[in-house]
Nanobody, 115 residues
């Protein structure tokens, strides 16, 4: 059973920074993609940033230039560095792991940005 455990969320003032972490554990034969999604109040879940096994990244327009996705040496931990945070970044952030036969989700971590 694959588990994803997120950490690093919290309350921050506008303009501040946070770093989210997600550690994957369990039997993982091949990672296709690691990513971060978010769901704001009354909104659908949306992609924030993703990193595929080839090293290519994909960012939402709202994240470009402010957020950076990266992995640890073991490639089973994924980070999201978020700078210059805005109140509209307030959401629950979810880690996502895609494998050839499906994908897994973390439990989510709350990020709240005050104005």
């Amino acid at each position: 059973q694959v588990q994803l455990v997120e950490s690093g969320g919290g309350l921050v003032q506008a303009g501040g920074s946070l770093r989210l972490s997600c550690a994957a554990s369990g039997v993982i034969f091949r990672i296709v993609e690691l990513g971060w999604y978010r769901q704001g109040p009354g909104k659908q879940r949306e992609l924030v940033a993703a990193l595929n096994s080839g090293g290519s990244t994909n960012y939402a327009d709202s994240a470009k230039g402010r957020f950076a996705i990266s992995t640890g040496n073991a490639k089973t931990t994924v980070y999201l560095q978020m700078n210059n945070l805005k109140p509209e970044d307030t959401a629950v952030y979810y880690c996502n792991l895609k494998v050839p036969v499906g994908n897994y989700w973390g439990q989510g971590t709350q990020v709240t940005v005050s104005s």
